[in-house]
């Protein structure tokens, strides 16, 4: 492929933005719903949202939800309207997915480990997808961004070791086996991010 062919691709439409937001937020919320059922956890803004679910009963969605507003600010101020309205409306359907799906799916088994690490792997897809369409999932992913737009840090290493001391911070509200399980995940959906959104890998 040649650099004229590479320069002459088209950015992505509204409406593919739009079924990438739905996609993207569809796949992570499914994840998060099967980590809330399992008792688990996860890195990130969601890791900290679950933290105050276990400890507090505040529902995850809306925990989720207000952790993220703070955030809004650096992203405005660094990474553009569009960014902001499309973060925004991602943490707004992951609030409400993740609260909808067990109205529509009811697992009655569901193996801890297996859940941990499952749904880290299918949460770092949905990231992925939010990525490649200049969208995120606020907090730690926005800073992640900025950094590697800024400073040309990999997103992914950043969000990973922001994420496994959220983790760690949690060994106090589950048990030694989900712990580890839930460091596992983390660092697999932060590995799914790292090797497929590198810096400069994508023009379009």
């Not at 719903?33 to 996860?42: D, E, F, N, R, Y």
């Not at 960014?83 to 088994?109: G, N, R, Y």
Request: hydrophobic share 55%.
């Amino acid at each position: 492929m040649t650099d004229a062919t590479l320069s002459e691709r088209a950015p992505h439409t509204a409406l593919e933005d739009i079924l990438a937001l739905l996609l993207g937020t569809l796949v992570v919320s499914f994840g998060a719903s099967l980590l809330k059922q399992a008792g688990a956890l996860t890195g990130g803004m969601a890791g900290l949202a679950f933290l105050i679910h276990y400890a507090t009963g505040v529902k995850f969605g809306a925990a989720f939800f207000l952790l993220n507003v703070p955030f809004y600010w650096l992203a405005f101020r660094r990474m553009g309207k569009a960014f902001v309205l499309k973060t925004f409306c991602a943490i707004a359907l992951v609030s409400v997915f993740t609260e909808l799906h067990p109205h529509f799916i009811d697992i009655s088994h569901l193996n801890p480990f297996y859940a941990a690490i499952f749904a880290n792997a299918v949460m770092g897809l949905g990231f992925i997808v939010l990525f490649r369409h200049k969208a995120s999932l606020g907090g730690v992913n926005i800073l992640a961004l900025y950094l590697q737009d800024r400073y040309n840090i990999r997103a992914g290493k950043v969000m990973m070791g922001v994420d496994v001391c959220i983790v760690l911070a949690s060994i106090f509200l589950v048990s030694l086996p989900l712990l580890t399980a839930s460091i596992c995940g983390a660092v697999i959906l932060n590995l799914i991010i790292a090797m497929n959104h590198r810096p400069n890998r994508y023009l379009a």
